[in-house]
């Protein structure tokens, strides 16, 4: 049975295209049944339309407090029934009381090879530490700042003419194949959590 695929996303969006794109040519079975955004702006919301995928837009701007912010979002992601959340840079922190009402179902993809260079600016931080490797990382999303469990890494040469943008490019293309790939595992119920590692069967 087709897994129900809810993607939750912030900006441009080129990782939920990943995704749509690899549902659309068969390789994930699942369907993606909404976009969550907390961005009215953001290019996300023009590929869901573009898919068909329904949009629900939860602007964090327009909440008096985080608080609110969490509780409209916690309501819009018990509608759509999910069995899958997916952080398609999703740029805000999940809250604990979100993350413990679904455990096992929600990823993240990390531009860097956690547990290195966690938070915001991944790429930034694996230039100006001089790591010769950095890559992109899929994980569960628990309570810890990008410290799931860890589903799929993918490994990237760092160069020494890169800067933060050249390398985040590259990381990015590895991201769009290292998601899907990852997703399509969960779709077909080869993942199982033990402890804090992930078995792939
Ligand atoms: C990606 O680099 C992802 O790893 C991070 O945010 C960025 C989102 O890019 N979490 P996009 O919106 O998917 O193009």
Do not use: W
């Amino acid at each position: 049975m087709k897994k129900r695929i809810v993607v939750l996303a912030s900006g441009r969006g080129s990782n939920f295209q990943a995704v749509i794109d690899s549902i659309q040519e068969g390789k994930i079975p699942a369907r993606c049944v909404a976009l969550i955004t907390d961005n009215p702006k953001a290019y996300a919301i023009e590929r869901a339309k573009k898919a068909k995928i329904p949009v629900t837009v939860i602007d964090y701007a327009s909440f008096p407090s985080r608080e609110m912010y969490e509780r409209a979002l916690l309501s819009a992601m018990q509608q759509v029934n999910a069995d899958l959340f997916v952080l398609a840079g999703y740029m805000r922190i999940v809250g604990p009381d979100i993350v413990r009402l679904f455990p096992g179902k929600m990823v993240n993809i990390h531009p860097a090879l956690l547990p290195g260079f966690t938070g915001l600016h991944a790429q930034r931080q694996a230039v100006n530490y001089g790591v010769k490797v950095s890559g992109c990382t899929v994980h569960f999303v628990d309570e810890s700042l990008d410290g799931g469990p860890i589903i799929l890494q993918h490994c990237v040469r760092v160069l020494e003419s890169d800067d933060e943008d050249s390398l985040a490019e590259r990381i990015l293309h590895h991201e769009h194949e290292c998601f899907p790939e990852a997703i399509k595992l969960f779709c077909e119920d080869r993942l199982e959590i033990v402890g804090r590692k992930v078995r792939i069967r």
